[in-house]
Each structure stands twice: as C-alpha cells, then as structure tokens.
C-alpha cells in the first residue's frame, strides 16, 4: 500500500453524530480521494482534491464534506452521520504524469446505527 | 451512474484456466485502467492502457482496448488460486482532474 494509511479502520457510531475519517499519504501526491463502495454500487466518488485547498465535488457528495489543510492529508467529515452512510470508504492518491493511476488506502469500515 | 458496465458479474473457473473479463463504457475516454481487489483490501492498480493503444501485456495479464465499441477486455491466462478477487475497469475522462469513473466490477473465484 503506496503509503497511505486511513484511520480509523472501523469506526461504529450513532445517528446524528458528527464523523471525521483521515487519510495520510507520504508519496507527496498531488491529486487525493474519496471513494465510498457499497454492495451493487461499486466504487463511488465523494470529493476529490487536486491541491491543498483546491476540492470539488464527486458524484456522491451530499451530506459529506472535506477539507485538505496540507499536502499529505485529507480529512472527510459526515457532519451529521445516517444510516446510509453506513459503507466502505477508501481515500486514493495520484498524479497526472502516471496517467493518473491511482494508489488505495486500506478502507474504513463506518457503521451507523 | 457508472460509466463503465463489467462482464460477467461473477466468473469461476479452474486453475490453469484462462479468465476474460469485459468492460463497455459510454464517453470517450482518455485511458482506461483495471484494478484488483482482495476481499476486505482495497484496490491495486494492474495495468493502464491508452486511448490510442490497442493492446497491452504485463505478465500473465492482456488487456484491448476498442474505442470504436467503447469496450476492453481483461484477458488473465493460466489462472493460479491467488488470482481469486474481484476485478474492476475505470476510465480516465478528464486529464485535468484525474477522476476516475469505475465499472461495478467481476468478481472472479479460481478453484484449485
């Protein structure tokens, strides 16, 4: 795993509550993401980052939020967490001169109850 | 919705057998890559192929590309057991944002 860690790795919590998942990479990767993957959905986007600072929205964006202060972390936050949030996140790494391949996280598993 | 759409969705076959996976998606596309995915890991990239490239190999691994039908396949040869995951195509659009669009994926049991 191209030095990139997630924590926490599981995570169980209630409605309503706020939720802040972290990915850290030590690659110096420009480009960051987040992807939740559940069962018949495959891999979704969240948010995306493309510089400090620099997010946008991906194709599942509501009710999450990002932030990305420093090159090398990329926090996610459930601000008020739901039941269908419950899923497995991964956060990504790449860069554009790979042709953007892009290097996974181990996951969180997040459950809401 | 996904852009790319895999074929089958579960797959299974002996050992020493030859696995072909098929990915279709809908817009024109920069590249084309195809991850593999342990159970409860998360993805490993495999092999990238160009929008201008027809065919790669990498290992035991060959991957076409058909920008015509809008279709690649994943050719995996002499299947071992360790190649027991689930597999999923993705595809570069855009080159400014690297955003990857993901097929919902095969998933691929070699028996011993």
């Known amino acids: 795993d191209a030095g990139i860690t997630q924590s926490p790795r599981h995570k169980v919590t209630e409605t309503g509550t706020p939720v802040t998942l972290r990915c850290h990479q030590t690659e110096n990767h420009r480009y960051m993401y987040w992807y939740r993957q559940d069962p018949g959905h495959g891999l979704r986007l969240i948010h995306y980052?493309?510089?400090?600072?620099?997010?946008d929205k991906g194709e599942v964006s509501d009710g999450y939020s990002v932030s990305r202060s420093k090159t090398e972390d990329f926090l996610l936050t459930l601000e008020s967490a739901t039941s269908s949030q419950t899923s497995v996140y991964f956060c990504?790494?790449?860069?554009?001169?790979?042709?953007?391949?892009?290097?996974f996280g181990p996951g969180t598993r997040l459950t809401v109850t | 919705s996904q852009q790319g759409e895999e074929d089958p969705q579960a797959l299974s076959i002996q050992e020493g057998e030859n696995a072909t996976m098929n990915c279709s998606y809908k817009t024109s596309i920069n590249n084309l890559q195809w991850y593999r995915q342990n159970s409860g890991r998360g993805l490993v990239h495999l092999i990238l192929?160009?929008?201008?490239?027809r065919e790669k190999h990498s290992g035991r691994l060959r991957v076409t590309l058909d920008t015509s039908k809008k279709s690649s396949s994943l050719l995996i040869t002499a299947s071992r057991a360790a190649d027991t995951a689930s597999y999923f195509c993705?595809?570069?659009?855009?080159?400014?944002?690297?955003?990857?669009?993901f097929g919902q994926g095969t998933t691929l049991q070699v028996k011993p």
């Open positions: 990504a790494i790449s860069e554009s001169g790979s042709g953007y391949e892009q290097y």
């Open positions: 192929i160009r929008s201008n490239e």
């Open positions: 993705a595809t570069l659009t855009s080159s400014n944002t690297g955003k990857l669009i």
């Open positions: 980052s493309y510089g400090v600072k620099d997010t």
